[in-house]
């Protein structure tokens, strides 16, 4: 039975292309044993943190409705989200960047709503519910980091990628899934890793949102915030691992102030990393990431611009200066000897919109195939075509009935009748429309159509180019979503039994309720049956502060020194204030 998505105003608004990620939450998925995961590390990150954190994190918190005890479930967060202006959607893992970064300017946090397993607590490529729901949530209760996440999503959507991109985010996503699973064989994690190391290694120009994406890891998923000899953490990557938030604050891990470079500095998802970035405050973070935009197609446009939608083989949208907008598959150009961009095509459906809204007519059921015009002045003008008064247009043969031939100062001459044109509301001329046209240049016949319709944009120049379509009403955008799933194995018989003796002392626990004989019964069968595990036998040292369990507990120490410390740190939990974080 599927399970429906509980919506809200805020998700109401999204655009239809990324409903295509959100899944529902199964919260009947959670096993006792995640429940006890989701607890150990909200315990000892709460604890930790409220030393350690931004200020922001621990009122977060309390704002967010983050449980300690539970994981939390996406309609209890969106009750209480909505109150600071967000929302929340469950997700697969890893989405395109794009797609994540869109969510965000909609306000809305991407929740990955599986959990690590025991054996990946302290740390996990995949992300999951404890780094999105206690990483991102309660750090967005800060007004100025919350802004700051929005105008990311906004601009960070826009980026314009490459075919390296895609390959590096389903590679990655495919490692993380396979690391995260249980089962797997390590000859087909070696060969995942293997795969992202040989992408890595590649000699590629790194595309916008290859850039844009670092600067997101070192901010929002790893970004310290202060001083550069007292450090807070924020970034929802240290936030969420036990282990990394306090290996940060080593000096094994360089601290560097915060700046545009950290655009140009890669990183490795499956290690704790060798360097992090210090910004000041939240406001310096929009600093740099205007100082960014500025970098970007978005705000240059040109003919490097529109060099860039082509290479990107993807939806894109090119602005004219009229506030014209065109999106397509964008796949050639003719430049000028001043390299302005004169001429250009798109393949494949295409759509014209003004500011963000497609023309009446002029979507993608009438641009199927591709659309395509020249740009620019006329020969012997000083003004451009969407400056001319209708006399002036007349002059120059742009007026409705008959046959009219002009020319571009770039030498594109366009033969016609036009029938009519589209202005916008305050009456500039948009597209001229003719009903059978001609367009040649340097005697290529680059548009022939003696009968049928064809739409000439007005417009000088290019001043804008980003990723994505230009009114995201006009595409049924369905192409992006990875066909690697995340596994999820069915549980054993042996392992179903281990849920039901979790499941027995977590209900004693929150019906305050210690039936002692019935713990150590419990504690006893799975010292035998389950020796490798160690968070049941803690959280029965909890509730009967029993010697030998303590005893239990103290000799996988000794015997399993990779997990020593997390035992350590839970007894240390255990012993203060009774083993409850207030």
Not at 211 to 227: A, D, F, M, Q
Not at 278 to 286: E, I, K, S
Not at 400 to 423: A, D, H, K, Y
Request: aromatic letters at 8%.
């Amino acid at each position: 039975m599927e399970i429906p998505v509980t919506s809200n105003p805020l998700l109401d608004r999204l655009p239809k292309h990324l409903g295509q990620y959100i899944k529902a939450q199964d919260y009947d998925q959670y096993t006792p044993i995640n429940q006890a995961v989701w607890r150990y590390v909200m315990r000892k990150n709460v604890a930790h943190l409220s030393q350690v954190a931004h200020e922001s994190y621990m009122s977060g918190l309390k704002k967010t409705g983050i449980s300690i005890d539970n994981i939390p479930s996406m309609y209890g967060m969106n009750r209480i989200l909505k109150e600071i202006g967000w929302a929340a959607v469950a997700v697969d893992g890893f989405i395109p960047p794009n797609a994540f970064m869109e969510f965000q300017a909609y306000k809305v946090l991407v929740i990955a709503s599986d959990i690590r397993q025991l054996e990946n607590i302290e740390y996990t490529p995949a992300p999951d519910i404890i780094h999105e729901g206690a990483g991102h949530a309660p750090i967005i209760a800060s007004p100025d980091y919350a802004e700051y996440l929005r105008r990311f999503g906004e601009i960070g959507a826009r980026a314009i990628s490459n075919a390296h991109d895609m390959d590096m985010y389903e590679a990655v996503r495919k490692l993380s899934i396979l690391k995260e699973a249980e089962g797997i064989a390590q000859e087909d994690i070696d060969a995942a890793e293997d795969e992202v190391n040989r992408l890595q290694q590649m000699t590629v120009e790194p595309s916008e949102i290859a850039l844009i994406r670092n600067l997101h890891w070192w901010t929002v998923e790893y970004g310290l915030i202060g001083t550069l000899e007292d450090p807070k953490l924020y970034g929802a990557g240290l936030l969420s691992s036990l282990g990394e938030s306090k290996h940060c604050l080593t000096d094994a891990v360089k601290k560097l102030p915060y700046s545009i470079d950290a655009a140009y500095q890669e990183f490795d998802i499956t290690q704790m990393q060798p360097q992090l970035f210090v910004t000041p405050d939240f406001g310096y973070l929009m600093e740099v990431l205007e100082e960014f935009a500025e970098t970007m197609a978005l705000r240059r446009g040109g003919w490097r611009g529109v060099q860039k939608l082509i290479d990107c083989k993807q939806l894109g949208s090119i602005e004219l200066n009229t506030g014209l907008q065109v999106s397509g598959n964008f796949s050639n150009m003719i430049q000028d000897e001043d390299n302005r961009v004169v001429y250009f095509e798109t393949h494949g459906p295409s759509a014209l919109s003004y500011r963000g809204k497609e023309l009446i007519g002029l979507g993608t059921d009438h641009f199927r195939k591709g659309f395509s015009s020249p740009l620019g002045k006329l020969k012997r003008s000083s003004m451009a075509i969407e400056n001319m008064s209708p006399r002036d247009l007349k002059a120059f043969e742009i007026y409705e009935g008959g046959i009219n031939s002009f020319e571009f100062e770039s030498g594109i001459t366009v033969t016609g009748m036009i029938t009519t044109g589209t202005r916008s509301v305050d009456g500039t001329l948009l597209v001229v429309h003719f009903d059978g046209c001609e367009v040649s240049y340097k005697g290529d016949k680059l548009i022939s159509r003696k009968n049928g319709p064809f739409d000439m944009v007005i417009g000088s120049s290019v001043v804008s180019a980003f990723a994505g379509a230009a009114d995201h009403h006009s595409f049924d955008v369905k192409s992006n979503v990875s066909s690697t799933a995340t596994i999820h194995n069915e549980l054993s018989e042996e392992d179903k039994k281990l849920n039901e003796y979790y499941k027995e002392v977590r209900d004693q626990r929150e019906e305050n309720v210690t039936q002692e004989t019935a713990l150590l019964t419990i504690f006893k069968t799975v010292k035998e049956q389950y020796p490798t595990d160690w968070l049941l036998s803690l959280e029965i040292f909890e509730l009967t502060r029993n010697k030998e369990v303590l005893a239990h507990l103290e000799s996988l120490m000794v015997s399993r020194a990779n997990i020593a410390h997390l035992i350590k740190d839970g007894l240390s939990l255990v012993m203060e204030d009774n083993g409850v974080i207030q």
